[in-house]
């Protein structure tokens, strides 16, 4: 065993040797090792038949709603001959409606029961703590999984990673620690903080850590090969980054860390921890999740299913856009300057609606309000001044004076014949059955319902406000023709007070690639919204996209204050590999930079003398990787090319020895080497990344060049290759 207290203690009396491949006498001398294995073999066995007890009970009470419907159904039979019967039938129907809601929330709890077990039965937990209370109390055991579970006796069996009393594990400090709960601080002596490498009931390992700076559970996660999917990092979680994810709830947080520090990882805990804290009333749809792009939402789109958590909206800018613009609209530049949004500001607080601002409603060919009706109308309410108060009087006014031109409708021939005329399976589509009316009135209430199924386009259309011709106001207000999407939108939230004001949270990954006009219609459109955003100025490679001060002072202007927390421990590259991306960065920030130490392959810098050699060397180095990734049958590797043309220049020189990956909507193989552009390689990482041209014409010394560079190094894990045809870029050439 060791001696030495601020290394991890490990389960085997080799410390050079890995734990995954301790040998059986070494398991067996260990009586610790043995007492944990007999307490994982009989959790599992409690959590087995918790399982099977849940599955039963699912079962049986479908059963008994079942016959209870079937029950309902033949026996309430609606006596309503009097006024007291009839209260009595009510009376039942109430009762019976009360007793199936009370199944649907039991059954709800099963459900939900089962599937934390389930949860639980691929890794009952991964840590415990021991935790005094008072001098002199016997230690309490606490066992830490990615989900809470007591036995039939209510004794805990696993607590959630999430609940406050994990935090001591977190706080990665034996002794004297605290956690909060309810809003009170409770003090506890941290005696033994272990981690465990569990997989169902077999527990290959166990590790007693005192500093965790370099614990050996982290040292096997990230020595693992890379995947397409990202995973969770729940047992490994670091102090920097607990604090991000248990940070309290303030109205703006940014997260400002280098390249591989855990940011998207902590994005994902972070949401899971929400939904635990506020799993009363905090919805999947109340958060969203604004991604840089759609192979980025595939890389994380396990991690929180993983976790027994649904994802939340997820959708990059240009999705964002695409919701709330017209189709053909949502995507384009977005370098609006501040200047021209408060420019629509100013306009919209002065602005008089043009008889010529207003569209006709059309839907399927039939106009049903012209725009001389809605002018009409707008003369009405001509006190008001135009925006969105005006705006929302006139879109409740516009539904009601559709509902009675649909009323209208409904009592001519035409529609009621249009009705008659419908197919079979029309007729039970809108009215659950066919129809047949007995009278004028009938005939009356049934076309109405036809056509509101068939006009309800229309509505919308009042709802979504597009009866405002936006591109017409804004060619007055601003005297240009075609507005850029980001200035449409803004304008039409100016002007009718578009917004999503239910959304509670939304997280922002990448942020450095926004321009601050982005930034700004997503804080106007989710206006009450709590905002997460996370970045790393080194790696914005786009034109005017905003600097921190700039993302701040976004935020800062509608009156909230922005808390920032800083992660400067890179997880993902090895030391070298870090080094190489973190000489690039201001000189201040490098100074704080660090990385976890494990095996280390030197940065291969390989300057051609010539073409013909550059060619066959880069030829060499991904037909080795591809061997490599072959022979081991998992693992990645990415070319990363400056440019879609580089990238298919690339593509031709290597033919079948790499996967070309250049349209947006390409998906990443489980394993392989891959030739991408930078911008599909964002947020994503590999074991070996490859850059093919590193030569200073590809990267200058200029701002966005240098920032390329970073983030194309920083997608590596262990190996770095650079080439050129000639010299390497004298950026890193300190
Ligand atoms: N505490 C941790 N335990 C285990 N692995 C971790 C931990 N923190 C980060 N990692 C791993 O480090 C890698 C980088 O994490 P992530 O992608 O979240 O970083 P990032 O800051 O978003 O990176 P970038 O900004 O460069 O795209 C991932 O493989 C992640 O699983």
Redesign the pocket.
């Known amino acids: 065993m060791f001696t030495d207290p601020s290394q991890p203690r490990l389960s085997t009396n080799n410390p050079d040797e890995d734990p995954q491949k301790q040998t059986e006498l070494d398991r067996e001398e260990d009586p610790v090792f043995a007492q944990e294995q007999e307490h994982l073999s009989r959790t599992y066995e409690t959590l087995v038949k918790m399982a099977a007890s849940f599955a039963a009970k699912i079962k049986k009470l479908d059963a008994e709603v079942a016959a209870d419907k079937e029950m309902l159904a033949d026996e309430l039979t609606g006596n309503f001959a009097s006024m007291g019967e009839a209260f009595e039938t009510y009376a039942e129907y109430a009762t019976a409606n009360k007793n199936i809601d009370l199944c649907n929330a039991t059954q709800e709890l099963n459900l939900q029961n089962l599937e934390k077990t389930r949860l639980l039965l691929e890794q009952p937990y991964f840590a415990k703590v021991s935790l005094q209370y008072k001098p002199g109390d016997a230690p309490k055991d606490l066992y830490i999984g990615n989900a809470g579970m007591s036995d039939e006796n209510y004794k805990r069996l696993v607590v959630d990673w999430r609940s406050p009393v994990a935090e001591t594990y977190y706080n990665q400090e034996n002794g004297p620690t605290s956690y909060v709960a309810n809003g009170r601080t409770i003090k506890v002596d941290l005696k033994l903080r272990r981690q465990f490498d569990i997989a169902k009931d077999t527990l290959n390992a166990y590790f007693d850590t005192t500093v965790a700076i370099q614990d050996a559970m ?1 040292l096997a ?2 020595s693992q090969e ?1 995947t397409s999917q ?2 969770a ?1 729940t047992a ?3 102090k920097e ?1 607990n604090q991000v994810i248990r940070h309290e709830d303030v109205p703006v947080l940014l997260v400002n ?11 994902m805990q972070r949401i899971a921890y929400l939904f635990y804290r506020q799993r009363e009333s905090l919805r999947p749809e109340d958060v969203f999740l604004i991604t840089p792009n759609p192979v980025f939402s595939r890389y994380i789109e396990n991690v929180l299913p993983d976790l027994g958590e649904s994802n939340p909206e997820t959708m990059t800018f240009n999705e964002f856009m695409a919701t709330i613009m017209p189709a053909d609209r949502s995507r384009g530049r977005a370098d609006i300057s501040l200047e021209s949004l408060q420019r629509i500001d100013n306009a919209v607080a002065e602005l008089v609606f043009d008889p010529n601002d207003f569209k006709d409603i059309v839907c399927e060919g039939t106009q049903l309000l012209s725009a001389g009706q809605i002018r009409q109308m707008a003369d009405k309410f001509k006190r008001i001044p135009a925006g969105p108060h005006l705006v929302t009087l006139m879109r409740e006014e516009l539904h009601k004076r559709l509902s009675s031109r649909l009323k209208q409708m409904a009592a001519t021939e035409r529609a009621q014949n249009e009705m008659l005329q419908l197919s079979i399976q029309e007729q039970v589509r809108i009215f659950h059955e066919t129809i047949e009316p007995q009278n004028e009135n009938e005939a009356r209430e049934l076309a109405l319902t036809y056509l509101n199924d068939r006009y309800a386009r229309a509505f919308d259309i009042v709802e979504r406000d597009e009866w405002l011709r936006i591109d017409r106001i804004g060619m007055r207000l601003l005297g240009k023709e075609g507005l850029l999407p980001v200035e449409w939108a803004y304008l039409k939230m100016a002007c009718t007070g578009l917004s999503n004001p239910n959304a509670k949270y939304v997280m922002v ?2 942020v450095q690639d926004y321009t601050t006009a982005q930034l700004v219609v997503l804080r106007r459109y989710f206006r009450r919204a709590h905002f997460l955003l ?3 100025e080194n ?1 914005a490679i786009g034109n005017h996209t905003s600097t921190f001060e700039e993302i701040r002072a976004v935020f800062e202007a509608s009156g909230e204050s922005v808390q920032e927390c800083r ?1 400067m421990t890179s ?2 590259s090895s030391p070298q590999i870090t080094d190489l991306f973190s000489g690039l960065m201001p000189h201040d920030d490098r100074m704080r930079v660090s990385s976890i130490q494990r095996d280390d392959i030197a940065p291969d810098l390989l300057e051609c003398p010539d073409r013909e050699t550059y060619e066959s060397e880069l030829a060499r180095v991904v037909s080795q990787a591809r061997e490599g990734i072959e022979h081991e049958g998992r693992g990645l590797a990415a070319v990363i090319a400056n440019d879609r043309a580089g990238a298919r220049r690339i593509a031709s020189l290597l033919g079948d020895e790499a996967i070309a990956l250049i349209d947006d909507n390409a998906t990443l193989p489980a394993s392989g080497v891959m030739i991408m552009t930078l911008e599909f390689a ?4 590999f074991d070996h990344v490859i850059i093919p041209d590193a030569r200073e014409e590809v990267f200058g010394d200029n701002r966005i060049d240098r920032n390329r560079l970073y ?1 194309s190094i ?2 590596a ?1 262990n190996r770095i290759t650079l080439l050129a045809p000639g010299s390497i870029t004298p950026l890193l050439k300190k």
């Not at 860390?257 to 994005?267: D, Q, Y």
């Not at 964002?682 to 990482?685: A, D, R, Y």
């Open positions: 982290l996660s990230l890379r990202m995973k990092i490994t979680i670091q980054q860390g280098i390249a591989g520090s855990g940011k998207t990882s902590v994005l990954d990448e996370l970045g790393d790696q992660l997880y993902r964002k947020g994503l990482e983030t920083s997608r894990t």
